[in-house]
Nanobody
Framework: QVRLVESGGGSVQAGGSLRLSCEASGVTISRSCMGWFRQAPQKERRESVAVMAIGDRTDYDNSVKGRFTISKDNAKNILYRQMDNLKPEDSAMYFC???????????????????WGQGTQVTVSS
């Protein structure tokens, strides 16, 4: 059974930084596609902000390029996302997602990931 547990969210002022963690069990993140998504208030859809495929290929949404970095610790089986220069529009619930089977490319849609964490809230004030 796959379990993803996010942590590290919180409230910061604009320009601040946070590092989110996603501790995985039941899945080996080095052999899976992983992604960070966010869901803004009153929006049903989760949008991808950073995705990673096998071999550490990564891609970012244009809105976070240069500010967010996805990384992982294979030994600890933890996925990270460093978020710098945060903006109020980054405020959202952030989710970690895994695609343990069929990771052959970078995947951007929420429907491509069968396993999800419970989310961690990030609030950025101006």
């Amino acid at each position: 059974q796959v379990r993803l547990v996010e942590s590290g969210g919180g409230s910061v002022q604009a320009g601040g930084s946070l590092r989110l963690s996603c501790e995985a069990s039941g899945v080996t993140i080095s052999r899976s596609c992983m992604g960070w998504f966010r869901q803004a208030p009153q929006k049903e859809r989760r949008e991808s902000v950073a995705v990673m495929a096998i071999g550490d290929r990564t891609d970012y949404d244009n809105s976070v390029k240069g500010r967010f970095t996805i990384s992982k610790d294979n030994a600890k089986n933890i996925l990270y996302r460093q978020m710098d220069n945060l903006k109020p529009e980054d405020s959202a619930m952030y989710f970690c997602a895994a695609r343990p089977v069929g990771c052959t490319a970078l995947y951007y849609g929420q429907g491509s990931y069968p396993d999800w964490g419970q989310g961690t809230q990030v609030t950025v004030s101006s």
